[in-house]
């Protein structure tokens, strides 16, 4: 069954709705969705970085020698490859939002930053990694979706 733009169109928006009216019933329901798809994203870049040191285990180390090759280093470059970064490590700024739902946001705010920063750079940086441990670079560049291509190429493959 293939879907048209249509279809996906559609289901985008039905599940928009359907978290719209999640988060207006309730905020703890919203939490545990959110909770929920934390966790799931969480477990899949796990997977990522698990499979790319089971690939380096197996000697696969050929990725690795050259994977900087070609990069460009200009101010316009760079200032591009940070910002498109920050959306990915920007999830910090949002905690500032919900301090009045905290529970003594004093002590738990930055806790939660101090926790939560080095955790999902580190994440993010090991995911990284495995995605120059499984693919060229030009794989990389060449896809929308590296995950998706490190997935198919290694673990179907």
Known sequence: MTF??????FYKLIISGLLTAVNCYNVKSSTLVQDVFTAA????????IFT?????????????????AN???????????????????AGWNYLNFMTEELIEPEKNLPRAIMISMP???GIYLLANFAYF?????????????????????????
């Open 4 to 9: 048209s733009y249509s279809h996906l169109t």
């Open 41 to 48: 994203k969480v477990f899949a870049l796990l997977i990522i």
């Open 52 to 68: 790319g040191f089971v690939w380096l285990g197996m000697g696969h180390t050929e990725y690795l020698n050259d994977t900087m």
């Open 71 to 89: 990069t460009k280093y200009s101010l316009g470059y760079l200032s591009e490859a940070f910002y498109t970064g920050v959306f990915s490590y």
């Open 119 to 121: 955790l999902v750079t």
């Open 133 to 157: 441990a499984v693919l060229t670079p030009s794989e990389i560049l060449a896809s929308d979706a590296v995950a998706v291509v490190s997935g198919y190429n290694r673990l179907l493959l």
